[in-house]
């Protein structure tokens, strides 16, 4: 059977206010990094990425914020909707592995009405 | 939008046989990976493959896993002889180049009983 998952940190925003997902990365060597999305059921869903030579990318009501001191990868929400509601990771790779992903644990993201 | 598809949706089988998961990856692109997520864990890489043959593998990727492109668009996982450990979902992904969003497909859930 399938095994018992682990337990999720959890966000809980108002819709409208501003999200905050925060990621710590292990590999000093990566490079490239990404956020997906993941509805109930579905793939991962990519919303930005940031490669190391950055320190900040924005999108479409996402920025992802990356610093390499800390090894450490945020995701700001602008202005949450309630279609945003879903487990948010991060993702690393690097050069040196053949630019496989090592995926963090996960946030879930739940938006308020 | 081109997207990349996996059959089947859901595949449940009996320890100790064989299961074949199928995918389509996006036509242009030349990486494909596997990564398979048990329930309510995170996504972990299980293979690479590029140009015909396996560029990295996990440790999950023993030896009762292979893949196979059989043709120019399908991209298969086989395990040998299943067991319960096997049981999660198993995603396909592709990019054209490395260091690039990967594509990921809905996958396919395996339950093996």
């Known amino acids: 059977g399938e095994s018992v998952g682990l337990h999720l940190p959890t966000l809980s925003v108002q819709e409208g206010d501003n999200s905050i997902i925060n990621c710590a ?3 000093s060597a990566s490079d490239y990094f990404i956020w997906y999305k993941q509805e109930s059921g579905k793939g991962p ?3 930005i990425d940031i490669r190391s030579n950055m320190d900040k990318r924005q999108g479409q009501r996402v920025t992802v914020l990356l610093n390499k001191t800390v090894k450490h990868l945020s995701l700001q929400i602008a202005a949450t909707q309630p279609g945003d509601s879903a487990v948010y990771f991060c993702a690393e790779s690097s050069m040196d592995s053949s630019y496989k992903l090592i995926f963090g644990s996960g946030t879930r993201l739940l938006v308020r009405p | 939008e081109p997207e990349v598809t996996q059959t089947p949706s859901h595949q449940v089988t009996q320890m100790g046989q064989e299961v074949i998961l199928r995918c389509v990856p996006i036509s242009n692109h030349l990486y494909f990976y596997w990564y398979r997520q048990i329930l309510g864990q995170k996504v972990e890489f299980l293979v690479s493959f590029y140009n015909n043959e396996i560029s990295e593998k996990s ?3 023993d030896d009762q896993f292979s893949v196979e492109r059989p043709d120019g668009s399908n991209f298969t ?16 992904a592709s990019t054209q180049e490395t260091a690039n969003e990967q594509f990921f497909g809905p996958g396919t859930r395996l339950t093996v009983l």
């Open chain 2, 59 to 61: 440790e999950i990727f």
């Open chain 2, 77 to 92: 996982l086989k395990i040998r002889s299943t067991k319960l450990e096997d049981s999660a979902m198993y995603f396909c």
């Open chain 1, 45 to 47: 869903q990519f919303i």
């Open chain 1, 25 to 27: 990365y292990s590999n």
